[in-house]
Nanobody, 124 residues
Framework: VQLQAFGGGLVQAGDFLKLSCTIF?????MGWFRQAPGKEREFVSV????????SYSDSVKGRFTITRDRYKGTVYLQMNTLKPEDTAVYYC?????????????????????WGQGTLVTVSS
């Protein structure tokens, strides 16, 4: 299983970025997590396998939007109005199998596969 995340970079506060994560051979709920220096990896957003259910952390709700294109096998995270506190390495992850197409877990332990992270740096 391969997950590859793209799209990180250095931006200024208030700017936007769009991350993408391509998954090969899996049709699962997909999540984004992030880890800032010296901090634990934290949940950012998740989208269910069918795309009908999404969830966001309180810190990004209203600014970030997760979507997916099942035909392309790609999940996106549109990040708007970025803040310096959004600076982190962002990871995409594929959830463990679940029969429900609306399954959208927020716990790290519910994810079976992780991609390499992509660094997002937001300057003030």
């Amino acid at each position: 299983v391969q997950l590859q995340a793209f799209g990180g970079g250095l931006v200024q506060a208030g700017d936007f970025l769009k991350l993408s994560c391509t998954i090969f051979g899996l049709d699962r709920a997909m999540g984004w997590f992030r880890q800032a220096p010296g901090k634990e990896r934290e949940f950012v957003s998740v989208i269910s396998r069918a795309g009908g259910r999404t969830s966001y952390s309180d810190s990004v709700k209203g600014r970030f939007t997760i979507t997916r294109d099942r035909y392309k096998g790609t999940v996106y995270l549109q990040m708007n109005t970025l803040k310096p506190e959004d600076t982190a390495v962002y990871y995409c992850a594929a959830a463990s199998p679940n029969p429900s197409s609306n399954y959208a877990p927020v716990q790290r332990s519910s994810y079976a596969y992780w991609g390499q992270g992509t660094l997002v740096t937001v300057s003030s």
